[in-house]
């Protein structure tokens, strides 16, 4: 299935658990893995707190400062930054699925990372069932 993601700014990290919870609640798959695909290339997705907001704005800045915006970049569309950071991250995350829940840590939560918005976007989430 598509889920849908508006993001509002150049960058930043929208938690996508709960939509993700609500998908994975709905197949009434009590066991297996949930897939969270990025169908994009200037955007990535992660797993990280989501308790202190504080993590988010630390993981930004600092990943400004590995890859800054400009830096004689060759690609033309002048988004080189955002392709860098979305390949640092990743297009996936799998997360485990038991009773009918994902299995996140106390902290963890599910982040759709937005490097080149804003922009409408979509991941693709998929439920694989185990025995
Ligand atoms: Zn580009």
Known sequence: MILKIDTSKREEFKDITNEIDEIVKNSGIDKGIVNVFVQHTTAGITINENADPDVVRDMLSTFDKIVPFEDNYKHYEGNSHAHIKASMLGSSVSIPIEEGKMI???????????????????????????K
């Open 104 to 130: 996140l840590g106390t902290w963890q939560g599910i982040y759709f990372c937005e490097f080149d918005g804003p922009r409408n976007r979509k991941v693709v989430v998929s439920i694989i069932e185990s």
